[in-house]
């Protein structure tokens, strides 16, 4: 079936580590997401992606990075820059009749 | 630029009532409206989206909502609450000119259903 994967669903990390979060599709989707969630304070836009090889910073983007290599596929990578790191990770794409659709979530929590 | 607002962070209705959940939005070119779902755990599910045209919107699960241009609202409803609609409900809004496909999230209504 068609849809977006998400892993891991769960991962723990040291502080100063790195992390890195897969996203893949396969919907043959153009535009690609990366969304954090907080209690409280809903979704909040990290990175997004129009098309291979361009994407562009959302609202949080400090301590993540990004790459869009291929069309499936838009990883995010948690670097030891990014202060709290602990939450809920989203991933999403769309065509441009402008809905999303997700991946159900990779939950990172830093010990 | 574009901001959505939802009016209550917690919402508890009875088994059977109705349910409201509100979302005012703002944008400076004529939206895209989304409500989305969300249980506990999993990513956010479509219910319902506006584009153009009919301003009632049906969705899944028994749920629309209507599109008030001069209240820049798109209030959710559904004529009787059901135990599974408990969940966490987010309004979304993206502004319809080309190149600009970032969706902006309002903060969520978490819905209780009483039994």
């Known amino acids: 079936d068609g849809g977006i994967t998400q892993s891991p669903k769960y991962l723990f990390r040291k502080e100063g580590q790195n992390v890195t979060l897969s996203c893949e599709q396969n919907l043959n989707h153009d535009a690609m997401y990366w969304y954090r969630q907080d209690p409280g304070q809903g979704l909040r836009l990290i990175y997004y992606s129009q098309i291979v090889n361009d994407f562009q910073k959302g609202d949080i983007a400090e301590g993540y990075s990004v790459s869009r290599e291929k069309k499936e596929s838009f990883p995010l990578t948690v670097t030891s820059a990014q202060k709290n790191p602990t939450a809920f990770y989203l991933c999403?794409?769309?065509?441009?009749?402008?809905?999303?659709?997700f991946g159900e979530g990779s939950r990172l929590t830093v010990l | 630029a574009q901001s959505v607002t939802q009016l209550g962070s917690h919402v508890s209705v009875s088994e059977g009532a109705l349910v409201l959940l509100r979302c005012n939005y703002s944008?400076?070119?004529?939206?895209?409206l989304f409500w989305y779902v969300q249980y506990p755990n999993q990513g956010l599910q479509l219910l319902l989206k506006?584009?153009?045209?009919?301003?009632l919107v049906k969705g899944i699960n028994g749920f629309e909502a209507e599109f008030k241009k001069s209240e820049t609202s798109f209030h959710l409803t559904k004529p009787s609450a059901h135990m599974s609609d408990a969940a966490e409900y987010f309004c979304?809004?993206?502004?319809?000119?080309?190149?600009?496909?970032?969706?902006?999230f309002g903060t969520g209504t978490r819905l209780t259903i009483i039994p």
């Open positions: 979304a809004v993206r502004q319809s000119n080309f190149g600009n496909e970032k969706l902006t």
């Open positions: 944008s400076s070119v004529p939206p895209y």
């Open positions: 506006y584009t153009t045209g009919a301003t």
């Open positions: 999403a794409s769309s065509m441009y009749t402008g809905e999303l659709f």
